[in-house]
T-cell receptor, first 116, second 114 residues
Framework: DTEVTQTPKHLVMGMTNKKSLKCEQHMGHRAMYWYKQKAKKPPELMFVYSYEKLSINESVPSRFSPECPNSSLLNLHLHALQPEDSALYLC???????????????FGNGTRLTVT | GNSVTQMEGPVTLSEEAFLTINCTYTATGYPSLFWYVQYPGEGLQLLLKATKADDKGSNKGFEATYRKETTSFHLEKGSVQVSDSAVYFCALSDMNTNAGKSTFGDGTTLTVKP
């Protein structure tokens, strides 16, 4: 069982919808991440939160809006997405971002998003 | 910048065959190296890691040794099973880069046939 829980597992949304992806971890980690993964590709970093503050935004379009309400929770708010945004969205956590060079990432099983 | 190059797949083996998946890297500092595995329908999970030169990471029969002289971290397993069928990602993390950024290879798909 994964220690990072993501909901929902699957999501189908239209281009005018607003939806949110949720992620939760209870390992006491202080860094949380959103990755996007297309089929047969490596995960691409979108956002990093360190101690509940946004520390990295990889030039992600504003139709993706992250939120970190507390140290255990991470949300990704979606609005006016495009079909090319269809992908597997992975949440991850690590002990903290500054020591991430030797602290592995713990991934959830992802949300499979389809934009119609 | 940092980069990771993995051998191209897919790789298809018979059960009990020997596995090697090559991984080489370039990094500006002294990176830590990781192998992650992704089973169908799941997220990535850490398979093993090594944080300094000559370290050997091992887990579930898989091994990889951090070779600074050849900038490599090849994954090996002596006898694969059908359940090892998955996508394997080599990755590095470098304390000199932005904290929280890992660099992943493109992934190698392994299929093990009975």
């Amino acid at each position: 069982d994964t220690e990072v829980t993501q909901t929902p597992k699957h999501l189908v949304m239209g281009m005018t919808n607003k939806k949110s992806l949720k992620c939760e971890q209870h390992m006491g980690h202080r860094a949380m991440y959103w990755y996007k993964q297309k089929a047969k590709k490596p995960p691409e970093l979108m956002f990093v939160y360190s101690y509940e503050k946004l520390s990295i935004n990889e030039s992600v379009p504003s139709r993706f809006s992250p939120e970190c309400p507390n140290s255990s929770l991470l949300n990704l708010h979606l609005h006016a997405l495009q079909p090319e945004d269809s992908a597997l969205y992975l949440c991850a956590s690590s002990q903290d971002a500054s020591s991430s060079y030797n602290s592995p990432l713990h991934f959830g099983n992802g949300t499979r998003l389809t934009v119609t | 910048g940092n980069s990771v190059t993995q051998m191209e797949g897919p790789v298809t083996l018979s059960e009990e065959a020997f596995l090697t998946i090559n991984c080489t890297y370039t990094a500006t500092g002294y990176p830590s190296l990781f192998w992650y595995v992704q089973y169908p329908g799941e997220g990535l999970q850490l398979l093993l890691k090594a944080t300094k030169a000559d370290d050997k990471g091992s887990n579930k029969g898989f091994e990889a040794t951090y070779r600074k002289e050849t900038t490599s971290f090849h994954l090996e397993k002596g006898s694969v099973q059908v359940s090892d069928s998955a996508v394997y990602f080599c990755a590095l993390s470098d304390m000199n880069t932005n904290a929280g950024k890992s660099t992943f290879g493109d992934g190698t798909t392994l299929t093990v046939k009975p």
